[in-house]
C-alpha cells in the first residue's frame, strides 16, 4: 500500500521540543516534494513547512519559522520535522503528504498519499 505513516506526536510542555517522523511505505520518497500539515481543533488544515526532493530548498509557515526544522533522509525514506520552542497553538494533528510541485501556497489539493497524522499536545 501506497502511504506515508507519521510518528513522534506526544505531549509536550510550552517551550520543549519534539522530532516527528514521515516514512513512505510501498514507494520511494526520491523525487517526490514532502510537505508536512497541521489541523488544530477547529481550525482549517494549515501547510506548514515543505522540503524538496534534494532537501536543499524548503519553506516555512510564518507561524512556524525560526522554530521548525525540515529535513530528510533518502537512504532512509523518511522526512523529519524537528520542532522547538513549542507552544500552546503548536497543538495540533500533524499530517505529511506528498506532491511533485514545490508550491509554497502549499494547497492540500496538489498532494497525495496522506497520512494517518500524529498528535501533537502543548499544554496552556
Known amino acids: 500500500q501506497v502511504q506515508l505513516v507519521e510518528s513522534g506526536g506526544a505531549l509536550v510542555q510550552p517551550g520543549g521540543s519534539l522530532r516527528l517522523s514521515c516514512t513512505a511505505s510501498g514507494f520511494t520518497l526520491n523525487p517526490y516534494i514532502i510537505g508536512w500539515f497541521r489541523r488544530a481543533p477547529g481550525k482549517e488544515r494549515e501547510g506548514v513547512s515543505l522540503?524538496?526532493?534534494?532537501?536543499?530548498?524548503?519553506y516555512y509557515a510564518d507561524s512556524v519559522k525560526g522554530r521548525f526544522t525540515i529535513s530528510r533522509d533518502n537512504a532512509e525514506n523518511t522526512v523529519y520535522l524537528q520542532m522547538k520552542s513549542l507552544k500552546p497553538e503548536d497543538t495540533a494533528v500533524y499530517y505529511c503528504?506528498?506532491?511533485?510541485?514545490?508550491?509554497?501556497?502549499?494547497?492540500?489539493?496538489?498532494?497525495?498519499?496522506w497520512g494517518q497524522g500524529t498528535q501533537v499536545t502543548v499544554p496552556s
Open positions: 503528504a506528498r506532491t511533485l510541485f514545490f508550491r509554497t501556497t502549499m494547497a492540500p489539493g496538489d498532494f497525495a498519499s
Open positions: 522540503i524538496n526532493s534534494s532537501g536543499r530548498s524548503t
